[in-house]
């Protein structure tokens, strides 16, 4: 029974990373109704900024700053430079700048600091709480994914720029004609999901060590959280991206075994897309045709 405890508050903080990156997502699908295919790739070189920081003698919690501020800009410039050219370009064309994008991060990240695997350190170190149920860093990691969520939430529900960005969401043309800059507002939503992308990838590089890859696999698990959420509802994919943490982790630990975590998240995927497509806290929307 112990055990399987463990199994559930290690879920929990696991699901905090999925969160995180889920909410993201929601955030890039709220302002431009697409998927960001390269989130976890820019969350990835977001992680090697902050880790050159380090090595460079920064202390952490500066490198933490200065990294958001830095992924912050990066996302601000993708929309402006990458993607408003293709504002009204075909979906199909714009995923496959996402996954351009994907690729030419990921070679990015292996051509400046190599394809070898790095320790990454953790701000809360590892010591056994609660009887060893949970570590500090686990324990931490849950708390920083629940303080950016309530700044997001303080941020659009208390300040101008939240209600302009929701408001852009929305309904463009109408934000556009009442003084709203529409094109301001893409790139602050883009800067804004870049920045938490970059704060998943700084707590989840401590735990499977920093490496070009370390974020595909789990982008997947963010997007199966973000989908039993609801891609329209913040509060919606940080729920799921806390749900998959426990599924993945009770359901490799006692039904199909570590191998086969990863299916887990696609029959989550499967089973929100045939169930409840628009999520367990979204809503559905209904257009007339």
Not at 76 to 84: H, N, Y
Not at 118 to 133: H, M, V
Request: proline share 4%; glycine share 12%; with cysteine.
């Amino acid at each position: 029974m112990l055990g399987f405890w463990h199994q559930i508050l290690a879920g929990v903080a696991t699901g905090g990373i999925y969160a995180s990156l889920a909410l993201a997502l929601v955030m890039i699908h709220q302002a431009t109704h697409h998927i960001n295919f390269a989130q976890g790739e820019m969350a990835t070189f977001s992680a090697y900024l902050a880790y050159a920081l380090m090595v460079s003698g920064v202390p952490y919690w500066g490198a933490f700053g200065i990294t958001v501020v830095l992924s912050f800009a990066l996302g601000a410039l993708i929309e402006r430079v990458l993607l408003r050219p293709l504002a009204h370009a075909p979906d199909l064309t714009l995923i496959g700048v996402f996954i351009g994008l994907l690729l030419i991060l990921n070679a990015l990240c292996g051509w400046i600091w190599d394809f070898t695997i790095k320790p990454f350190p953790s701000p809360f170190g590892s010591r056994p709480l609660l009887g060893g149920l949970v570590s500090s860093a686990e324990l931490g990691t849950i708390a920083v994914t629940f303080v950016m969520l309530l700044l997001i939430w303080a941020f659009f529900r208390f300040t101008k720029l939240g209600l302009a960005m929701r408001a852009v969401a929305h309904n463009p043309e109408s934000s556009r004609l009442v003084g709203i800059r529409v094109g301001a507002m893409l790139a602050l939503g883009w800067g804004l999901a870049a920045a938490v992308g970059a704060v998943a990838g700084m707590m989840i590089a401590p735990v499977v060590f920093l490496d070009p890859n370390m974020m595909s696999g789990i982008l997947l698990y963010a997007f199966a959280g973000a989908l039993l959420g609801g891609l329209d509802n913040p509060f919606g994919a940080v729920l799921g991206g806390f749900l998959v943490g426990v599924i993945e982790n009770v359901g490799g630990a006692y039904l199909v075994g570590t191998e086969l975590k990863l299916s887990l998240a696609l029959a989550v995927i499967a089973f929100v897309l045939m169930l409840k497509p628009s999520g367990l806290l979204g809503r559905a929307v209904a257009s007339r045709v």
